[in-house]
């Protein structure tokens, strides 16, 4: 069976490499401080089976969030990223998950792609 499932309108969409069996992407608030707003209606996904996409989303509600949220903060606090600049930056990677994001200079988002590693 052929599975597919793709509505990935948000995210860094260079971080969407088609190696992969799931990726989540978002455009998240964010304005150069420790914290960003994810907005449920600014999210998507991309994935080539049904339970790659399970465990990606159970890693990133498990704790994966919220450590790339800890180090974008940390990262915008010694200006390492800005809202106003264009940098790609890894934001959290195990042997799991790998998370990437990018203000892309929008002086107010940063757009997110998670990658599910595993094989």
Excluded: C
Excluded at 56 to 79: C, D, Y
Aim: charged share 20%; hydrophobic share 45%.
């Amino acid at each position: 069976m052929n599975y597919t499932i793709e509505h990935f309108a948000f995210g860094y969409a260079p971080a969407v490499t088609g190696e992969h069996r799931a990726y989540w992407g978002a455009r998240a608030i964010w304005q150069g401080g420790r914290t960003w707003d994810l907005l449920p209606d600014r999210q998507g996904v991309k994935a080539t089976d049904k339970a790659a996409l399970d465990t990606l989303v159970a890693r990133l509600n498990g704790g994966v969030l919220r450590k790339a949220e800890a180090r974008l903060g940390a990262l915008g606090n010694t200006w390492e990223v800005s809202p106003s600049e264009a940098r790609e930056v890894v934001l959290f990677e195990d042997a799991h998950v790998r998370v990437v994001g990018n203000t892309n200079a929008s002086h107010g988002y940063v757009y997110l792609t998670a990658q599910l590693l595993e094989a």
